[in-house]
């Protein structure tokens, strides 16, 4: 019982690195580079665009979708990992 | 053929589509009718998230706001899909493992209390309706445009169709509903916009020709806008006007909001395990970047051909759609220099909507009774014809003006069905079984559950019917209410252990007193922008109220008593996804062991 309570500890901790780590880009592409410096950004050209404003209307809905599919990923080796995924 | 028989072939037959399928999937138990059984695959499941979430703002409105106020329209765009982070990472999981129908469920038992449940409940209710009401609005403004029928038999039409795959249906209907709706939306959306994107830069890809040159020219599309702009006397496209802060607040309020929604929430319980849970999130965001990353295009798109079109042409020789819009009322000209062009500059045209009086000015414009603002722009534009006039303006055949017809509805319904699933839900599980009638059967709780969606219907019909002025001011308070309520309430309960009744419900009612006290004095109250805290607007307030909410529930559940151990080890249970709850060390070799 212990043991599985240090495990369980063990996996809640990997789990909000995780997550702390995911969630620490997604602030940095939405908040930081399509708000708070999009102006700085805006005098780079990418693709046509003036780079902030192409975060800010495009990249950051494609970060977020890549984020979460690296999230599924993620989740599902760690819950191999400490045997906590359901029975199939 | 005609495209008005079009528009109503393709209107009929998405309709029967629906019906087809709400008859084939009727729901026979309240589990079935909560929350489809708990058995509906992730990508199913995504699809009917993306429908759920992507209401007649997102269809209809979003691409001309976005239009209307170039760079800062990102923060839409970016607060109703960042929100799916939040909710896949740190919410829906979670909530499937916890495993029961509602979110005041989950709020009544982490918190032991049903004072908690009877918040949470008022809250759905209030943030579902405010919402739905919006919908029905959408409803009608299709139907009387592309059906030539008044706008109350077309609410009518409407609520007869929810009616009948919600109420038979439930969430199972609903859900197989739509995945359809979606499919329907998502074509719709996508063929004009591929038709705009080749005619304007030759690129059928939106995303990328939103990027390119306009064709014939070596412009791209968004130094073109921003010459067309700066000509007019317009921002520059691609700069903000907004304030910084602003932007950030708004955009974070609606990030929280939408991982706080109650009809978005819910539909993360009706998959079969938790893995299931975060794939939908991954599929339900990947189906609704495809028309969140379309709009932006769309509406720099839309901006060029409106100004390409509009501006100093002469009314005589406008093309048809001008006057088809006009005469819905989207659309209004007044000229104030009696030279017969239109000049489209920035500013209001006239004081307020358009109101018009049967007469007709010298050019054949239909003359209106508001007093006129004293700035040169002649031209009043409602950001919603953006996309329902885009394939006119862009001179489209008939099928795809009656597919963006079809599409709209597609879009209204879907999340009009969900919200009213979620009011009627919320009245008989949380207020009836779990709280005033706890003895009632499964087949009464079932029974009360239709009940209180046909009821729900007919009041949001008759929002629809009668539709309240505020309905646009009070979207704030959807997104508002929901970040600084359930968002903090959620997150502290499955990520913070030791948050205890006292401290929720505390956190609660101030997050939600400040944010909706905000919202009313600026609401309603005659709050001028200059008394804006720090210059956030009502739209953003609910980020300040967010944070309020969290420091109030961290002071108060550390001076109060811990939550009982059953609480404790409940959320040790919601965190670990094996049904036991149990986990095993990792085995040296990275290699797993069965237990």
Redesign the interface.
Do not use: C, H, T
């Given at each position: 019982m212990s043991?599985?309570k240090?495990?369980?500890a063990?996996?809640?901790r990997e789990?909000?690195r995780i997550?702390l780590s995911?969630?620490v880009i997604?602030f940095a592409v939405?908040?930081g580079a399509?708000?708070?410096f999009?102006d700085y950004l805006?005098q780079f050209t990418?693709?046509?665009?003036?780079l902030g404003?192409?975060f800010?209307?495009?990249g950051?809905?494609?970060t977020?979708?890549a984020?979460?599919?690296v999230?599924?990923g993620m989740?599902?080796k760690l819950?191999?990992?400490?045997?906590?995924?359901?029975?199939e | 053929m005609e495209t008005q028989t079009l528009i109503f072939l393709f209107v009929g037959l998405s309709f029967a589509l629906y019906i087809g399928i709400a008859i084939w999937s009727r729901a026979g138990t309240t589990k079935e009718y909560y929350v489809a059984g708990g058995g509906v695959h992730p990508v199913a499941n995504g699809m009917a998230t993306a429908a759920d979430w992507m209401s007649a703002a997102s269809f209809i409105s979003m691409a001309g706001i976005i239009s209307f106020m170039g760079r800062d329209g990102a923060m839409y765009l970016m607060g109703w899909t960042g929100g799916y982070v939040l909710l896949a990472m740190c919410l829906a999981p979670y909530l499937r493992k916890f495993g029961q129908f509602t979110v005041p469920d989950f709020v009544a038992e982490r918190y032991y209390s049903q004072l908690a449940r009877v918040v949470a409940v008022i809250c759905v209710i209030f943030i579902s309706f405010t919402y739905v009401a919006g919908q029905m609005r959408g409803v009608g403004i299709v139907f009387s445009r592309y059906l030539e029928v008044d706008i109350n038999v077309g609410v009518m039409i409407g609520m007869g169709i929810v009616f009948i795959y919600a109420v038979l249906g439930g969430m199972k209907g609903i859900t197989y509903t739509q995945v359809a709706q979606y499919c329907v939306m998502i074509f719709a959306y996508l063929v004009p916009a591929i038709f705009i994107s080749m005619m304007i830069t030759g690129n059928p890809i939106p995303q990328l020709g939103f990027g390119s040159t306009v064709e014939g020219t070596d412009m791209s599309v968004l130094e073109k806008l921003n010459g067309l702009s700066t000509e007019l006397g317009f921002a520059q496209y691609t700069d903000g006007s907004k304030s910084t802060i602003d932007v950030f607040f708004i955009t974070m309020a609606l990030m929280v909001g939408t991982a706080g929604l109650p009809h978005v929430i819910v539909r993360f319980f009706t998959t079969p395990t938790v893995r299931d849970a975060r794939k939908s999130a991954g599929y339900a965001l990947l189906f609704i970047a495809v028309l969140y990353t379309t709009a932006p295009a769309v509406a720099s798109f839309a901006r060029i051909n409106l100004l390409n079109t509009v501006s100093e042409a002469e009314y005589e020789n406008l093309p048809d759609w001008f006057a088809n819009w006009e005469n819905s009322g989207l659309m209004a000209w007044v000229d104030k220099n009696d030279d017969g062009k239109i000049q489209y500059h920035p500013g209001k045209p006239i004081d307020g909507k358009p109101s018009f009086i049967d007469a007709r000015g010298q050019s054949g414009e239909r003359l209106l009774s508001n007093s006129q603002t004293d700035n040169n722009n002649e031209l009043y534009v409602d950001r919603d014809i953006m996309v329902l006039a885009n394939p006119e303006i862009a001179n489209l055949p008939g099928w795809v003006i009656a597919l963006v017809a079809a599409g709209g509805l597609a879009a209204a319904l879907s999340t009009a069905a969900g919200l009213l699933l979620v009011i009627s839900t919320s009245i008989s599980h949380d207020l009836l079984k779990r709280n005033l009638m706890p003895g009632i059967t499964d087949k009464q709780e079932l029974l009360a559950a239709r009940l209180a969606a046909a009821a729900a219907i007919g009041i949001a019909g008759l929002a629809g019917i009668y539709p309240p002025g505020f309905v646009a001011s009070v979207v704030a308070f959807a997104f508002g209410l929901a970040a600084s309520s359930f968002f903090p309430a959620i997150l502290l309960g499955i990520f913070y252990k030791r948050m205890n009744r006292e401290g929720a419900i505390a956190g609660m009612v101030t997050g939600l007193v400040f944010t909706a006290s905000y919202i009313i004095y600026f609401k309603f109250l005659g709050g001028t922008a200059d008394e804006w805290w720090f210059g956030v607007s009502p739209e953003g307030i609910g980020t300040l109220g967010m944070l309020i909410n969290f420091t109030v529930s961290m002071v108060v559940c550390h001076v109060t008593e811990a939550p009982p151990q059953a609480v404790q080890d409940m959320v040790d249970n919601i965190r670990i996804p094996r049904k036991d709850g149990q986990a095993s060390d990792p085995v040296a070799n990275g290699e797993t062991a069965r237990v």
């Open positions: 043991d599985n240090r495990a369980a063990a996996y809640w789990n909000i997550l995911l969630l997604w939405s908040f399509s708000i708070l999009v805006d990418f693709f046509g665009f003036p404003f192409w800010a209307q495009q950051s809905i494609y977020f979708l984020l979460i599919f999230y599924i989740m599902n819950d191999r990992k400490y045997n906590v995924q359901e029975e | -």
